[in-house]
Nanobody, 116 residues
């Protein structure tokens, strides 16, 4: 069974950068569409970015377009989310999701706090 572990969160000042990692075990990510979601206190979980399983097509929420970049390292079976020019409104718990026709898997989340 696929297991996902996020890391890389932390406290950063506005304008700073973080790189989140989503490391998979138990199966290869090659056949999964991978998405990053986030959930801020008192708000619903929202999609941030995704990358398709085969062609590596990427998509981004308008709120992060131009600032965040999703990428996939097939050799390390890991997906990254590079976050630049961070804003206080990016503060949330970030979750990794791997989905295919058989179902979807979630990681435990990593906290990102953007504050001066």
């Amino acid at each position: 069974q696929l297991q996902l572990v996020e890391s890389g969160g932390g406290l950063v000042s506005p304008g700073g950068s973080l790189r989140l990692s989503c490391a998979a075990s138990g199966n290869t990510l090659d056949y999964y569409a991978i998405s990053w979601f986030r959930q801020a206190p008192g708000k619903e979980r929202e999609g941030v970015s995704c990358i398709s399983s085969s062609a590596g097509i990427t998509n981004y929420a308008n709120s992060v377009k131009g600032r965040f970049t999703i990428s996939k390292d097939y050799a390390k079976n890991t997906v990254y989310l590079q976050m630049n020019s961070l804003k206080p409104e990016d503060t949330a718990v970030y979750y990794c999701n791997a989905a295919r026709a058989r179902g979807a898997y979630w990681g435990q989340g990593t906290q990102v706090t953007v504050s001066s």
